[in-house]
């Protein structure tokens, strides 16, 4: 079979009798989407160029002409004008022949002593470094808005649940809170796997390592690497740390569903507990009445996808015997989508958040309707002395009292309380109201007003 005249060898040429389909060719391309990485792959590039030249592997010629020729690339790719080709495969191929066409011998000679399978574990890392440096200022922001609001409803009063049903009255900026300290440990997360992922795998070449005496050292000092892979069949080989770095996405998707069910819960009329600003929403084409918490539950649809990724990377993983296997290749459209998905949730969720209105009268309707002080009564009679068993016992008559006649606790009288209780004195009733409740738990973690305060103040402080 006699090859397209536009395509007069493969990369691999002499070995090959006949040309891929075009179909084979798509199939195995990966430009389509890996050209994402041309800028990290040009760093690791230059890094690598610089490092055989100072090794006296490279020209100092080759290394100038190679350096020009990939600062030409750089502004091609910038401009839109670089001519991205599926023959050349992949985003390093497609740069190397550009490269080559540009500057002639020094480019074919940057490949020394490097694999694609070095290169693209390099390019790969060093894209998700950036990727959770941008991610993690995104998390603070969303952090910020949090606590912003947290600030401005510290007492404000809400019923707490548990099953979906009122339990206790709390803060509306204790339970904002808890989303801070969720969104605190997801920074962390990526902060740990940023910390593990940033290894050189450069030098490892194909799987085995190089026969030039090359400078690894030299080369992840360049990058901002903290130190070498060292294992080079390791290097080329595992993406555990893309797959841990999609389940910190994983999770922080998973928390920000979980808030974008109480925030579709909340605007529901029967709750009417926040309003959202109409550029989150959406109207229906048929209901007019309509207005449709669109974001909230297309995060939560999205979070899916996420998760959806970070089980195909796994199961990408598990069956690829040592070293590098094209299998690999199946790595980038997740992580990307990963990438793309939780910064622009993340983005939108400050926007959001920031924006939301609270209403706090309807949350204290939702406290009068259930009964959230029963447990403050039941202590109550314990710090007297009662069984705290005996007491729930107590309560659980009083509250049936309550409920029969559609009255709250703290609407009955004292001699009806009296009667269930002969402990219970006047003083009850600032127990039974919610705001006592609530001003009561004031230990740290608590949900008294002056505990979102300090907690507030404290992650002010962890946010500069
Ligand atoms: N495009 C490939 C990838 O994304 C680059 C490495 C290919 N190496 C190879 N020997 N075919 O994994």
């Known amino acids: 079979m006699v090859l397209p005249p536009e395509n007069p060898h493969n990369t691999w040429s002499g070995r090959f009798a006949e040309p891929v389909s075009e179909r084979v060719k798509r199939y195995t391309a990966s430009v389509a989407f890996d050209r994402r990485l041309a800028n990290v792959d040009i760093d690791g590039s230059l890094a690598h160029a610089r490092m055989l030249c100072s090794k006296g592997i490279l020209s100092a ?57 070095d290169q693209v574990a390099t390019d790969i890392r060093l894209f998700l470094r950036g990727a959770i440096d941008d991610i993690v200022i995104h998390i603070r922001d969303l952090q910020r808005a949090i606590v912003e609001q947290a600030g401005r409803h510290a007492a404000t009063l ?60 030299q080369v992840a000092r360049a990058l901002a690497f903290d130190d070498v892979c060292d294992n080079s069949l390791d290097a080329v080989s595992d993406r555990d740390f893309a797959i841990e770095f999609a389940a910190a996405a994983a999770i922080v ?41 669109d974001v909230p539950e297309l995060a939560r649809g999205k979070t899916g996808r996420v998760v959806g990724h970070l089980v195909g990377l796994l199961i990408l993983m598990k069956g690829q015997p040592l070293a590098y ?115 009561s738990r004031s230990h740290r973690g608590g949900t008294a007003a002056a505990q979102v305060l300090a907690q507030v103040t404290r992650a002010r402080d962890a946010l500069k």
């Not at 974008?260 to 229906?284: A, K």
């Open 325 to 439: 296997n094209k299998d690999n290749q199946e790595d980038k459209e997740p992580l990307f989508d990963t990438v793309d998905t939780l910064t622009d949730t993340l983005i939108i969720f400050a926007d959001m958040v920031a924006g939301m209105e609270a209403n706090p009268d309807a949350m204290l309707l939702a406290l009068d309707e259930g009964f959230a002080t029963a447990t403050d009564l039941a202590d109550y009679l314990v710090k007297k002395g009662v069984a705290f068993r005996d007491a729930h016992e107590v309560v659980a008559r009083a509250v049936r009292a309550a409920e029969v006649r559609n009255i709250r606790l703290e609407d009955l009288s004292i001699s009806e309380l009296q009667a269930f209780s002969p402990l219970i004195e006047p003083d009850i009733f600032a127990v039974l109201r919610a705001d006592g409740s609530a001003a």
């Open 253 to 293: 998707m998973m928390h920000l569903s979980r808030l974008s069910e109480e925030l579709i819960l909340w605007m529901n009329p029967r709750f009417s507990f926040i309003r959202l600003p109409d550029r989150f929403c959406t109207g229906s084409s048929i209901m007019p009445q309509k207005k449709n918490p």
């Open 61 to 117: 010629a080759d290394l100038r002409h190679i350096e020009d020729g990939m600062a030409t690339i750089r502004a091609e790719i910038d401009a839109g004008t670089f001519a991205w080709s599926l023959d050349a495969e992949d985003v390093h191929l497609n740069i190397e022949r550009r490269l080559t066409a540009i500057v002639g011998d020094a480019g074919k000679r940057l490949h020394t002593a490097r694999s694609r399978n």
């Open 158 to 217: 809400m019923p707490g649940f548990t099953h979906l049903q009122v339990a206790q009255p709390v803060t509306f900026g204790h339970h904002l809170m808890a989303y801070y300290e969720m969104l605190a440990r997801d920074a962390g997360r990526f902060a740990d796997c940023r910390r593990r992922m940033n290894r050189l795998p450069l030098g490892a070449a194909a799987l085995a390592g190089t026969s030039f005496p090359i400078d690894r050292e």
